[in-house]
């Protein structure tokens, strides 16, 4: 059995290999040659693009990992029924059920990779590349509307002595190098939705005893309405620089700025945590942290998916062939993996339901294919 796992196990993670390899040279130089057009605006060299490819990859490397799990072992698989080992491997005595048992146990590492990958190694080089775009740019924008945050907290402003609950939002307009904050506007209201206070500050910075740093600071106070009627004016101010308290905290921040790919799956809780905290919309992060959290699952149901093609005899065709359709089916999974979750959304669906119905659907016809396989072939 030492001898059947050492030639199963070599050939699929060699096969697997080469497949990654593959999918990351062309995702290269695509990445590489979109980064041509920069070269030479802003200091931005030869080299920084070559970097920002590299530091591309992991990202693209986490996404297609189980394709190349799918095509790797289907390729291995193929060759030995081919050749005719796989044939006399089941005469010896390696049943299905064996088999299936046997090619678990690369699932689970490959599995194990991915998870890796995705939360520490991708997340780490995905913001090093915006960092390295920040500075060929002078920052990161974030959309027309740039991107928001919300708190709540007990509001102890200068126009007011009440300590009645305050609802903050704030609004990032880019994100700089060195996690600089730019444009930020930040809004205080009272309980009955009265603006109380506003923020403007050209740039800020997180600060890691729970403040923000503001810088080149524009303030307005606005008095309650029982100051108000005692003529109290409004506060106008202007500030070099102010310590913001807030509990917003710099993985909070980090969360909301950057695209949930670049989140580590416990970042994505925190977040989530903090979403429903502060009773915002939480489902569409909480389908994302739930994909997050299974997604290295899909290396095992790829390489369950590509054991039936072991079972197919050299007269039903080619390896060319069954390789062609380990492609199209995963195509298809990162298809149908990506509509779940706007399904999902728009259905209201249970995040984890849609999160984890692909795979679940793939695991079913694999398991299908392999009992009609084995039962009647």
């Not at 196990?9 to 130089?29: E, M, Q, T």
């Not at 030869?46 to 072992?73: C, D, K, M, N, S």
């Not at 920052?139 to 009645?164: F, H, I, Q």
């Not at 739930?290 to 290295?296: C, E, F, N, S, V």
């Given at each position: 059995?030492?001898?059947?796992?050492?030639?199963?196990?070599?050939?699929?993670?060699?096969?697997?290999?080469?497949?990654?390899?593959?999918?990351?040279?062309?995702?290269?130089?695509?990445?590489?040659?979109?980064?041509?057009?920069?070269?030479?605006?802003?200091?931005?060299?030869?080299?920084?693009?070559?970097?920002?490819?590299?530091?591309?990859?992991?990202?693209?490397?986490?996404?297609?990992?189980?394709?190349?799990?799918?095509?790797?072992?289907?390729?291995?698989?193929?060759?030995?029924?081919?050749?005719?080992?796989?044939?006399?491997?089941?005469?010896?005595g390696l049943g299905p059920w064996r088999a299936l048992r046997l090619?678990?146990?690369?699932?689970?590492?490959?599995?194990?990779?991915?998870?890796?990958?995705?939360?520490?190694?991708?997340?780490?080089?995905?913001?090093?590349?915006?960092?390295?775009?920040?500075?060929?740019?002078?920052?990161?924008?974030?959309?027309?509307?740039?991107?928001?945050?919300?708190?709540?907290?007990?509001?102890?402003?200068?126009?007011?002595?009440?300590?009645?609950?305050?609802?903050?939002?704030?609004?990032?307009?880019?994100?700089?190098?060195?996690?600089?904050?730019?444009?930020?506007?930040?809004?205080?209201?009272?309980?009955?939705?009265?603006?109380?206070?506003?923020?403007?500050?050209?740039s800020g910075q997180v600060l890691a005893n729970g403040h923000w740093?503001?810088?080149?600071?524009?303030?307005?106070?606005?008095?309650?309405?029982?100051?108000?009627?005692?003529?109290?004016?409004?506060?106008?101010?202007?500030?070099?620089?102010?310590?913001?308290?807030?509990?917003?905290?710099?993985?909070?921040?980090?969360?909301?700025?950057?695209?949930?790919?670049?989140?580590?799956?416990?970042?994505?809780?925190?977040?989530?945590?903090?979403?429903?905290?502060?009773?915002?919309?939480?489902?569409?992060?909480?389908?994302?942290?739930?994909?997050?959290?299974?997604?290295?699952?899909?290396?095992?149901?790829?390489?369950?998916?590509?054991?039936?093609?072991?079972?197919?005899?050299?007269?039903?065709?080619?390896?060319?062939?069954?390789?062609?359709?380990?492609?199209?089916?995963?195509?298809?999974?990162?298809?149908?993996?990506?509509?779940?979750?706007?399904?999902?959304?728009?259905?209201?669906?249970?995040?984890?339901?849609?999160?984890?119905?692909?795979?679940?659907?793939?695991?079913?016809?694999?398991?299908?294919?392999?009992?009609?396989?084995?039962?009647?072939?």
């Open positions: 059995m030492r001898t059947v796992r050492r030639l199963l196990y070599r050939d699929i993670v060699w096969s697997v290999v080469f497949v990654a390899l593959a999918f990351l040279s062309l995702f290269f130089f695509i990445d590489f040659v979109d980064e041509l057009e920069n070269v030479g605006r802003n200091g931005y060299t030869l080299g920084q693009a070559v970097l920002r490819g590299l530091l591309e990859q992991p990202g693209h490397f986490y996404e297609l990992f189980p394709i190349a799990v799918l095509i790797g072992t289907i390729y291995a698989m193929a060759r030995l029924a081919q050749s005719s080992e796989f044939t006399i491997l089941r005469t010896g090619l678990a146990l690369p699932g689970l590492v490959f599995a194990a990779v991915t998870f890796v990958v995705g939360d520490y190694v991708a997340p780490f080089t995905e913001r090093e590349a915006l960092a390295l775009k920040a500075g060929l740019r002078g920052g990161v924008s974030l959309g027309s509307n740039g991107a928001w945050l919300k708190e709540r907290r007990p509001g102890t402003g200068p126009a007011t002595a009440d300590t009645s609950e305050r609802s903050i939002s704030v609004n990032v307009r880019a994100a700089g190098v060195g996690g600089a904050l730019l444009g930020v506007r930040i809004f205080e209201f009272d309980t009955d939705g009265r603006l109380r206070s506003r923020i403007e500050a050209a740093r503001l810088r080149e600071v524009q303030r307005t106070d606005w008095p309650t309405p029982e100051a108000a009627r005692d003529a109290q004016p409004l506060r106008l101010q202007t500030q070099d620089s102010l310590d913001w308290p807030s509990t917003l905290d710099a993985t909070v921040v980090a969360a909301a700025l950057l695209p949930a790919k670049n989140m580590s799956t416990i970042d994505l809780w925190r977040y989530t945590s903090h979403l429903a905290d502060q009773d915002q919309a939480v489902q569409s992060h909480q389908i994302q942290f739930w994909k997050k959290a299974l997604y290295p699952l899909a290396c095992v149901v790829m390489v369950a998916l590509a054991l039936p093609f072991a079972y197919l005899h050299a007269r039903a065709g080619g390896v060319s062939y069954k390789v062609f359709g380990g492609i199209m089916l995963g195509i298809s999974f990162v298809l149908l993996n990506n509509a779940s979750g706007h399904l999902g959304l728009l259905r209201q669906w249970t995040p984890w339901m849609a999160a984890a119905a692909p795979s679940g659907l793939y695991l079913l016809i694999s398991m299908g294919a392999f009992a009609w396989l084995v039962r009647f072939r």
